[in-house]
Nanobody, 123 residues
């Protein structure tokens, strides 16, 4: 069982930065793929970034490539999403998710989810 808790969201102006954290419980976290998804009002949940258990495999949605960086610290059971050059269209609730298999952009293939953290980017 893996429990996920996101933090670090907030209100920021366009061009600003935020760093999201995903704290986990359970010693098996280091064996799980971790990903970030986001959901804006009225839209489907979409894949943002994913990282394999070892950190050797990293994937980004085209919309965030070059601006966002995903990372993880297995010793701390924590994952991160560094978000730079934020745009108003990045406004959404951001969720971290975990699954025991490889990375996937399909949200329904993830077993564990956090409660989400709101990110609002003003223009």
């Amino acid at each position: 069982q893996v429990q996920l808790v996101e933090s670090g969201g907030g209100l920021v102006q366009a061009g600003g930065s935020l760093r999201l954290s995903c704290a986990t419980s359970g010693r098996t976290f280091r064996r799980y793929t971790m990903s970030w998804f986001r959901q804006a009002p009225g839209k489907d949940r979409e894949f943002v970034a994913g990282i394999s258990w070892s950190g050797g495999g990293i994937y980004y949605a085209d919309s965030v490539k070059g601006r966002f960086t995903i990372s993880r610290d297995n010793a701390k059971n924590t994952g991160y999403l560094q978000m730079n050059s934020l745009k108003p269209e990045d406004t959404a609730v951001y969720y971290c998710a975990a699954r025991p298999d490889g990375s996937s952009w399909r949200y329904y293939e993830y077993d564990y989810w956090g409660q989400g953290t709101q990110v609002t980017v003003s223009s």
